[in-house]
């Protein structure tokens, strides 16, 4: 797998492209202020013709999203762990068989406490946050002030890069690596899943769509430096015995296996605490899309638990079909990159699908009055997102390392058209003819629109809102 050094500016090319995504994302949630987010939003913005299968394949992308995002996390927090146990015993060589087994009882475990423990997830995932940002800080300092009389040159940390993909391009290999630390700053969509929960969705969702984009890369600048202090032999980084160069990087750091642990240790609970929250997302991100008919036996995933007051068979379901993804790490050696491959292209293309209907119909055309307007760059912004996007697809079904083998095989391509190629057929076998799309609440929606742009609406008022209603009724519902 390639490792390519230029962390700096990966991330700095990233978030910038992020943002641009994020931003058609932020436009379309003051719009459009409704919890269902993309899925929603592809319905709004599509031809009345059309809004069906726009609603369809778009609520079906973003379940298989989550799911392999899912998948990825656990894949990581599997490593993470084993790599602990290679380090103190530096003879044990890591089984496939052993990966998998550690993640498939991550991923129950993640059902268990979203299940069981409920009603305490929002505490968890405060506690979690602290942790991160205390655990981010004292794993940066540690690393600066163990490694301070052996800092590497300046060349070293900013200029140099070192390409051990196979490919014999530079250039290409720097690509991998600006595409693989899109991961990083995935889940940019989360926020605009709270409109319910948020007060003035409308001006605060976009709000919180983009500032996580400055937080993460101000947070990873100092401690991918600290991490590129901390190396004194890349060759052991890249070659490590579990997979995983963090491991290594910590080791080398601190010089000791017990300082490298506790780093380590702290890093991966942090990750778990991510595990629960992306399972809950997959989980409500089914519910929601069975809730509507979108999926094979609906009825049963939509179910909510009176006990548990959550969608249990929907988790259920998240979970097996996760467990049954991981098999393939029992015959590739780059999973791990497969599956955050995966993860990209599903949710990424999720994301540019309604910019794309925009595009294609007129943006001033289909989009009301809005808090956060891109004005007259929403064309550029919403056509590079979209071109972004198609280039991270194409890129990340390409194969992660040459020479290319059974064992390193890249089967991206191979899960993203089986699963495209599945959710169409359904489509034409029996859910063009069922599915209608999401039901919306269309007074709720204008009034959070109209509550950011600081309308206050009169006795007049509400019969003009009325008026409108019916008139966004008959165009969405025909009637």
């Given at each position: 797998?390639?490792?390519?050094?230029?962390?700096?500016?990966?991330?700095?090319?990233?978030?910038?492209?992020?943002?641009?995504?994020?931003?058609?994302?932020?436009?379309?949630?003051?719009?459009?202020?409704?919890?269902?987010?993309?899925?929603?939003?592809?319905?709004?913005?599509?031809?009345?013709?059309?809004?069906?299968?726009?609603?369809?394949?778009?609520?079906?992308?973003?379940?298989?999203?989550?799911?392999?995002?899912?998948?990825?996390?656990?894949?990581?927090?599997?490593?993470?762990?084993?790599?602990?146990?290679?380090?103190?015993?530096?003879?044990?060589?890591?089984?496939?068989?052993?990966?998998?087994l550690v993640y498939v009882l991550l991923v129950w475990l993640v059902v268990a406490i979203n299940v069981l423990g409920s009603r305490l997830i929002p505490a968890f995932n405060k506690m979690i946050l602290g942790l991160a940002c205390t655990s981010l800080t004292a794993t940066s300092i540690t690393l600066l002030i163990c490694s301070r009389h052996r800092y590497p040159p300046p060349s070293f940390v900013f200029g140099d890069h070192t390409n051990s993909s196979g490919w014999s391009s530079d250039g290409f290999a720097f690509v991998l690596a600006v595409a693989n630390a899109v991961w990083a700053f995935l889940g940019t969509d989360c926020g605009a899943h709270l409109c319910e929960e948020i007060p003035n969705p409308g001006r605060n969702v976009p709000k919180v769509i983009m500032y996580p984009i400055a937080m993460g890369l101000v947070a990873a600048a100092p401690f991918a430096m600290s991490c590129m202090a901390a190396i004194t032999d890349v060759t052991a980084v890249l070659q490590t015995a579990s997979g995983l160069p963090l491991i290594e990087i910590y080791y080398q750091g601190t010089g000791s296996r017990v300082g490298a642990t506790i780093l380590m240790a702290l890093f991966t609970f942090c990750f778990f605490g991510c595990a629960v929250a992306v399972g809950t997302t997959s989980s409500r991100t089914l519910w929601a899309v069975s809730r509507d008919g979108a999926l094979p036996f609906s009825s049963i995933w939509m179910r909510v638990s009176p006990r548990f007051l959550m969608p249990v068979n929907a988790m259920l379901l998240s979970a097996t079909i996760i467990s049954l993804y991981g098999l393939i790490f029992l015959g590739s050696t780059t999973a791990f990159s497969a599956m955050i491959g995966a993860s990209i292209i599903f949710l990424q293309t999720s994301c540019i699908i309604p910019q794309a209907i925009l595009l294609y119909r007129g943006r001033e055309k289909v989009l009301p009055e809005r808090y956060f307007n891109l004005g007259k760059y929403g064309t550029a912004f919403n056509a590079t997102a979209v071109v972004w996007v198609v280039f991270l697809d194409v890129v990340y079904c390409m194969p992660v390392a040459r020479p290319v083998t059974k064992a390193n095989m890249n089967y991206v391509s191979v899960v993203a058209v089986g699963s495209v190629g599945f959710v169409f057929a359904l489509w034409f076998a029996t859910k063009r003819r069922t599915f209608v799309g999401p039901r919306v609440d269309v007074e709720l929606m204008m009034r959070r629109r109209e509550e950011a742009l600081h309308v206050h609406v009169s006795q007049k008022g509400d019969l003009e809102l009325g008026s409108t209603k019916a008139r966004v009724n008959a165009e969405v519902y025909g009637v």
């Open positions: 797998m390639h490792r390519a050094i230029r962390l700096l500016t990966n991330k700095r090319i990233t978030a910038l492209m992020t943002a641009i995504l994020s931003a058609g994302m932020a436009e379309l949630a003051s719009a459009y202020p409704v919890a269902g987010a993309q899925y929603y939003w592809s319905f709004m913005v599509a031809s009345p013709k059309r809004r069906p299968l726009a609603a369809y394949v778009n609520g079906w992308i973003s379940v298989l999203g989550w799911w392999v995002d899912s998948a990825a996390v656990c894949n990581f927090i599997s490593s993470m762990i084993l790599s602990i146990v290679a380090l103190w015993y530096p003879d044990y060589a890591i089984q496939h068989w052993q990966q998998w």
